[in-house]
C-alpha cells in the first residue's frame, strides 16, 4: 500500500507534480509525462490507465469531480475546490456515496462550523455540486444535500468611504493607487484585471472576457478611465510586458502574490494611522456596486440578475426623503 501524499492531495493515484509537468509513475516504475496543462493532463491519464468512472466513496467522487469537472472553472473557483475537497475528504471521505444523507452531513456540518461557517457552506456546495454530478453518473438517484439547511450568513457590508478611498490611494504607492483606480472604474474583479492584456485595449474600448461566468462585455472609454489606463501605463517597466499590470520580470501578478502586496500595504496604513479600519481588495469591487445606479452597477459588475448585486454590493446606506 503506497504511502499518504503530503502535498498535491487533488491527484490521482501514480500522478506527481513535477517541475511545472504532470507525471504518471507506471507499473514498471516508469515516468510518463502526461503533460503541463492540468485538464490535458488527466485527459492522457484517462487514456493510459482507462476507465475512471468507478465511484463508490465520497473520496472517489472528489477524485472523478476534481479530474473532470473543477478543472473547467475559473481559476480561482478550481483553486478553492482543491481546499474545500480537503475538508471533505477528511471528514466525508470514506462514506459509501449510496449511504451519504442529511445526518451524516449536519454532523460534518457541526464539526467543521467551529472553525468557520462560511467556509463550512462553500464546501457543502461543493459537496452538493460533485453530488448532482454522482446521478448524471448514475451512482445515486437523489442528492441528499437537497434536505440540508446551510448556515446562515450575513452579508458582508463594510463600505469604503470616499476619504479612506483617498487616504489609502495617496498612501499605498504608485502600482496599488494605479490598480485602485482601474478597479473602482471599471469594478474588474482581481483575477480578471491581473490577467488583462494589452490588445484587449481597443479604440472602442476594453474588451473583457469574464474568467468566472465566460460572459464577454465591453468597457467604453470615458476620460477618466483613459487617465486611469494611461496611469498603469507610466508605472516602472524594466522590461516591456503584453500584460497591463505586470512584474518586473515582465509576467502577470500571481492573484497571491498581488494579495501580499496589498496586505503589506494596508497593515502599514492601519499601524501608522492612515486607515482606522481594514478593507478588501474585494471592498473596492463592493464600492463600484455602491456607487453606481443599480442598473449600470449589475451591468458594470457582470451580474445576470440585479438581486445578486442589491444582495452584495449594494453597501452604501439609501438616501430617503421625509414624509412632507
Same mark, same amino acid.
Given at each position: ?67 473532470? %469537472? ?12 482543491? %481546499? ?54 448514475? %451512482? ?159 451591468a458594470l459588475l457582470a451580474h445576470l440578475d440585479a438581486k445578486v448585486t442589491k444582495r452584495h454590493y449594494r453597501r452604501k446606506a439609501a438616501v430617503v426623503k421625509p414624509l412632507r
Open positions: 500500500m503506497g504511502r499518504k501524499r503530503k502535498t498535491d492531495h487533488h491527484l490521482p493515484s501514480r500522478v506527481y507534480l513535477r517541475s511545472g509537468s504532470y507525471y504518471l509513475v507506471d507499473s514498471n516504475a516508469k515516468w510518463v509525462r502526461l503533460g503541463g496543462d492540468y485538464p490535458a493532463a488527466m485527459a492522457k491519464y484517462a487514456q493510459l490507465v482507462g476507465d475512471l468512472g468507478c465511484v463508490v466513496t465520497v473520496g472517489d467522487l472528489i477524485d472523478r469531480y476534481l479530474r473532470e %469537472v473543477a478543472p473547467l472553472k475559473a481559476q480561482a473557483t478550481y483553486k478553492g475546490n482543491i %481546499v474545500q475537497a480537503k475538508y471533505l475528504r477528511t471528514g466525508l471521505g470514506e462514506i459509501r456515496v449510496e449511504d451519504l444523507g442529511p445526518r451524516q452531513i449536519y454532523r460534518y456540518m457541526d464539526i467543521r462550523g467551529q472553525r468557520g461557517k462560511t467556509q463550512t457552506n462553500r464546501e457543502l456546495a461543493m459537496l452538493s455540486h460533485m453530488l448532482k454530478y454522482a446521478i448524471r453518473w448514475g %451512482v445515486i438517484d437523489q442528492n441528499p444535500c437537497r434536505d440540508v439547511m446551510r448556515f446562515k450568513e450575513k452579508p458582508r457590508d463594510r463600505y469604503i468611504s470616499d476619504a479612506e478611498y483617498k487616504a489609502f490611494h495617496d498612501f499605498s504607492g504608485p502600482l496599488i493607487a494605479a490598480y485602485m483606480d482601474f478597479k473602482l472604474l471599471t469594478g474588474l474583479r482581481k483575477a480578471d484585471i491581473l490577467q488583462l492584456r494589452r490588445d484587449v485595449l481597443k479604440p472602442d474600448g476594453i474588451y473583457v472576457e469574464i474568467s468566472k461566468t465566460k460572459q464577454r462585455i465591453i468597457i467604453s472609454w470615458t476620460d477618466h478611465l483613459e487617465a486611469a489606463v494611461q496611469q498603469i501605463k507610466n508605472l516602472p517597466r524594466p522590461v516591456n510586458s503584453m500584460y497591463l499590470f505586470s512584474t518586473r520580470r515582465g509576467q502577470p501578478y500571481s492573484a497571491s502574490g498581488f494579495a501580499s502586496i496589498w496586505q503589506r500595504k494596508m497593515v502599514k496604513a492601519l499601524d501608522q494611522g492612515v486607515l482606522q479600519e481594514r478593507f478588501t481588495d474585494h471592498d473596492l469591487r463592493a464600492k463600484t456596486g455602491s456607487d453606481a445606479e443599480l442598473e449600470h452597477a449589475t
